[in-house]
């Protein structure tokens, strides 16, 4: 009876409110019993959604953590770096992490790392996501997401009482086994400090080793969808503690076809739960899952929702004819190598081609290796740690290289072919330009591929880059054969259907006159 009557109160937003308002410390007592009632006596499954309103999660999450609140200057910060804000209870960002909320391991942490203020999107989702907040961050790879995730929850993991068992306490999902590696790669620098266990898993590499890795317990999985699914599905491991989950460039996830293995997990964690979802852009579908898992949540922009290339990068653009390729790349390797260059990543959209093009280029006196995905993992592992290390500066790859890979040093890139979206050519040549520096990106264009130019000729206005005119002409021509075509597709459609109505009159000559008056224009 009495817990009947608790859990009622529970739902009750405006008290909830009423209580966070008059100091959440003052009633760390109450807190602690809610917390114990809903992790002792009610299971997990019985708790409704409903229950789980952002204030009252705010009960169970923020006992640590105190909530600052907003002030006028928030708003200046957020107009100055180009912040834009959704939800309700936005905590303010934090400035500077000496005095941001986080303890001081972490920032212990951060010192120690020469991390000596939050990037603009860590600035504004570190208090979210130490609020307890469910959170939508817009912001492209390289602006400082890893560790904008990450460090959250480190400290979920060490100041919320967690469930018995060996589950994860937190996942990060990710599309690809290289961003998988590369997020691995930058646990693992407080993973031994901090004393928190973390298991990367992912396709192509020995399924036994991972396994068991997953059952000797351990804090936080970063995963690829796929290998996911393979673990929860042989009952491997389970995600029933997991409390706090991440959707690492969820819009590339789901581009890649992964929503049903992202929503498989999703169906598994906890209600009493945290999702953080990062993506680069804002499309429908990635809509649809934060309306679907999220419930309420803090979006938090950087930027603009329209992706928009680096403009630390200058973008030179060559039109050309599909033969006339190799010759170009020839000429672009030469001036580079003459100014001089740092590492070069080379793009192609066939494995094949990247075979052939590290072939052409080693012919030619410039050591390249391959990347692609019929390499094997060791394979793709290897040649990556060569190309981080600088023992090969020259990378050729397809798109598995074209997101989170973050190599120090690319000076260069070169889109040998262009890729299949505007989208994924803001990607590709986001490999360089990183942390500051200056970039280039030397793209190729056909005939084949003017249906990309007028969003290209987009990319580079916005970044205040030179528009060939060649670029231009073949945006026009495009947009003129189009029309034609649709003309002409008009012409016969109705060509077509005037036939077929005289065929029809004939036919049925009993139809009202004006019927045929109607219609005959
Ligand atoms: P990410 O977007 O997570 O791939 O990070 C891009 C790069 O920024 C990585 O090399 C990070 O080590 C670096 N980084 C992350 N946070 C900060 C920060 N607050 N200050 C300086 N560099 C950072």
Redo the contacts with the bound molecule.
Sequence with gaps: MALNCFSKLLKRRDLCRYLLQNDIKQYSNSTVFTTKIINGKLPFENLQKGLFHTPLRLLFTSRFYSIKTAHVDDDNYRNEHNITVIGQDIPSPYIDIENSQFPDYIKQFLNKQG?E???II?SQSWPVALSGQNFVGIAQ???????AYLLPAVVHIKEKQGRKGLGPRALVLAPTRELARQIEH?AKDFAKLLNIRCVCIYGGAHRGRQAELLQSGVDIVIATPGRLNDFLKSNTTNLSRCTYVVLDEADRMLDMGFEPQIRMALNGVPLERQILMFSATWPKEVRHLAKDYLGEYVQVNVGSTELSANHNIEQKIHICLQEDKMKILNSIMHSISGDGFGKLLVFANTKKFVDMLSLALKRNGWPAVGIHGDKTQLQRDTIINKFKRGNANILVATDVAARGL?VDGITHVINYDFPNTSEDYIHRIGRTG??QNKGVAHTMLTNDDARQAQNLIAVLKEANQNVPKELEDLSRSYSEDKAQQQQAKYKSKQYSWNSNRRFNKYRSSSKPSNYSNNYRY
């Design positions: 991390i203020k939050p990037t860590q790879t390289g602006t400082g997401k890893t560790l930058v973050d990183r942390n």
